[in-house]
């Protein structure tokens, strides 16, 4: 079946303690992107990478990085989470050349 | 400026009802794609239907159906025939020209449907 997974879907962290959370697709897609969703915000563009190695920000990066090693995976890391940081994370991939986007189930961090 | 403006905050449509989503967006780029993505409370966003700048023709997809009104910058989702399973947000999306895959987002509408 072809998805976008995403690890873990729910994680309740403390300020300062450095997470990953992993994104993974199986459609051999080119472009995978990170985005945050909060109330009334709608969703907005952390990072995005075209292919491997390649990865540029989007509206909002501070306070994340990101790789891009293999085409399959794109994790985004919080190196210092702060509770600004809590929110609904989606990951997103497609085959690039302006085609639809399918997103992962999400992931609820929480930070204290 | 606001690209995607999603104006109404919730709607509510008795079942079997059709129920038209408001959505319009705002670009000079004469290359632009439009999409309508739903969330259920789950939480996944579940892709719904596109419409290219350039399309001769609305969109459909089964239920779904895209009113692209492009003067007007308008590209409002229609469902018809309402069903319980269609209560959730909803959410429009724009994605300009330029190479960009960037999508960028309305602050989304949430559907409710009565039985």
């Known amino acids: 079946e072809a998805q976008v997974t995403q690890n873990p879907r729910y994680l309740i962290t403390v300020t300062g303690k450095k997470l990953t959370v992993t994104c993974s697709q199986n459609m051999n897609h080119e472009y995978m992107s990170w985005y945050r969703q909060d109330p009334g915000l709608g969703l907005r563009q952390i990072y995005y990478?075209?292919?491997?190695?390649?990865?540029d920000k989007g509206d909002v990066p501070e306070g994340y990085k990101v790789s891009r090693k293999e085409k399959r995976n794109f994790p985004l890391i919080l190196e210092s989470p702060s509770p600004n940081q809590t929110s609904l994370y989606f990951c997103?991939?497609?085959?690039?050349?302006?085609?639809?986007?399918?997103f992962g189930a999400g992931t609820r961090l929480s930070v204290l | 400026a606001q690209k995607i403006t999603q104006t109404q905050p919730g709607m509510f449509v008795q079942e079997k009802e059709a129920v038209t989503l408001d959505c319009t967006y705002d670009?000079?780029?004469?290359?632009?794609?439009l999409f309508w993505y739903k969330q259920p409370s789950s939480g996944e966003m579940i892709f719904l239907i596109y419409q290219g700048s350039y399309d001769q023709q609305n969109a459909t997809e089964g239920r779904y159906s895209l009113n692209f009104q492009k003067a007007r910058k308008s590209a409002n989702l229609v469902i018809s025939a309402s069903q319980l399973g269609d209560s959730a947000m909803y959410f429009c999306a724009m994605r300009e020209g330029g190479g960009s895959e960037k999508l960028v987002f309305g602050k989304g509408m949430k559907l409710t449907v009565n039985p």
């Open positions: 670009t000079s780029d004469p290359s632009y794609g």
């Open positions: 990478s075209m292919n491997v190695e390649v990865t």
């Open positions: 997103a991939s497609s085959t690039g050349g302006r085609s639809i986007q399918y």
